[in-house]
């Protein structure tokens, strides 16, 4: 057991301890003091074992002298994604006595008080052989899954990755949200003003805000015939490491959630963000274009796209054109020659299973994803159980995908007319 996790282990044996006391009904004054002491000494390993987990993360991270002989093939990291994958299962199916020295465990260090009280969920699974939270994905093979993904996702491709180092990052968010004719809301507080030569400056002042990205748990669940297990590496890269295992599934997921989050335990998604600015249906259960001509005066940005779900496609393919020009009658969008186009009015636009059926609020967005902040923690884990479908001859494993997401702005802006409201994310209402 390396350092850092013999540190974290005995800080989480005296918040247990700590707790059992605190626990008891008639504690005495003296035992209540003893789990103030062992608290504090919880603590104080826990402070340690950060500041020498950063320590060695930055050991690790500087370059290797010139001159000095670089480490084998396959000494200082995994091959293959399967290669990974079979390193993990050998740890657990031997119990810990076949340990990998590349296998790096993860522990989240702000969630370690926490998980002495008992409420780890990931270690229900394995019976916890391995690491209290599984096993980091290597960053490369890391790199290499969620390079799989970017092209399965709307969002993701788009949007402002911030890389997290912790479970939660503070981010500034300028107040763009005060009124006032004659004055842009877009600089958060700051006012020019026009004076004579020599005069004095009037004063202003940024006005700011704070919004915390918080890296929520997404877990990928699935059993693989052991048959499968010992066949080649490759096989098992293929498996689990394509569109369709585990960077697929996690694509899917957390793009719903980019678009569709509530932010309550999972990413804030768009369509109903507080910043978002809903326009109204022309006419129930469908889109016109007279709706996106609405929705394209109430956006704000310079990288537009439209994200469409994919039953409006044959709606727009339909759709004809302004009754004053010599569209009239015609249809608007698409050639029967040339096929679909992948603009619409001048905007890419694309089509997806993640938003709501037609006629419902944001069965279509307008939206420059750039002014979406995604927190990406990059500290996926792996973890195995040959034990949950002994009896199918299978194995479980379960990747825990660790991200938040939410716009930045807090509320649509207000035009120096006063009354003009714009947003980077527009929708239509019901």
Not at 160 to 169: E, F, S
Not at 202 to 208: K, L
Not at 331 to 356: E, H, M, R, S, V
Request: one cysteine or more; aromatic letters at 8%.
């Amino acid at each position: 057991m390396s350092a850092v996790a013999e540190m974290l282990a005995r800080a989480q044996s005296l918040f247990g301890q700590a707790k059992d006391i605190l626990l008891k009904p008639d504690a005495t004054a003296e035992e209540l003091a003893q789990a103030e002491s062992l608290k504090k000494e919880a603590e104080g390993l826990k402070a340690r074992a950060s500041q020498l987990k950063e320590i060695e993360m930055a050991e690790a991270a500087l370059p290797q002298p010139e001159g000095q002989p670089q480490p084998e093939a396959g000494k200082s990291g995994f091959k293959t994604w399967g290669d990974f994958v079979k390193a993990v299962t050998r740890e657990y199916t031997s119990k810990g006595r076949e340990r990998d020295s590349r296998l790096v465990e993860f522990y989240d260090l702000d969630e370690l008080a926490k998980d002495a009280t008992g409420r780890n969920g990931q270690k229900d699974m394995s019976g916890n052989v391995g690491a209290s939270g599984g096993f980091l994905i290597p960053q490369q093979t890391y790199s290499e899954l969620m390079a799989v993904a970017a092209p399965l996702s709307v969002v993701r491709s788009r949007a402002t990755i911030i890389r997290m180092a912790r479970r939660q990052v503070p981010m500034p968010v300028l107040d763009q949200t005060k009124a006032e004719a004659g004055k842009a809301a877009f600089f958060g507080g700051i006012d020019v003003f026009w004076q004579e030569e020599a005069a004095e400056t009037d004063d202003s002042e940024p006005s700011f805000k704070q919004a915390t990205l918080t890296a929520h748990e997404l877990a990928g669940y699935t059993l693989v015939p052991n048959s499968l297990l010992a066949d080649a590496e490759t096989s098992l890269t293929d498996f689990l490491g394509g569109p369709l295992g585990f960077p697929g599934a996690i694509a899917w997921a957390e793009d719903y959630a980019f678009l569709r989050g509530s932010g309550v335990g999972k990413p804030q998604g768009v369509v109903d963000a507080p910043c978002t600015v809903a326009t109204t249906r022309t006419t129930g259960g469908t889109v016109k274009y007279d709706d996106l001509v609405e929705m394209m005066s109430r956006h704000l940005g310079a990288r537009p796209v439209w994200v469409a779900n994919q039953a409006l496609k044959k709606t727009l393919m339909l759709m004809a054109g302004p009754t004053a020009t010599n569209y009239a009658g015609a249809y608007l969008w698409g050639n029967p020659a040339q096929g679909i186009p992948d603009t619409l009015l001048g905007y890419p636009i694309l089509f997806t299973d993640k938003l709501p059926a037609l006629g419902a609020r944001g069965d279509i967005v307008l939206a420059d994803f750039t002014y979406y902040m995604l927190g990406d923690r990059q500290a996926g884990t792996v973890d195995t159980s040959t034990e949950e479908k002994f009896r199918t001859n299978k194995t479980a494993f379960r990747i825990i995908h660790r991200v938040d997401g939410q716009p930045w702005m807090k509320a649509p802006i207000t035009l120096a007319d006063g009354s003009t409201t714009v947003s980077p994310f527009v929708v239509i209402a019901a």
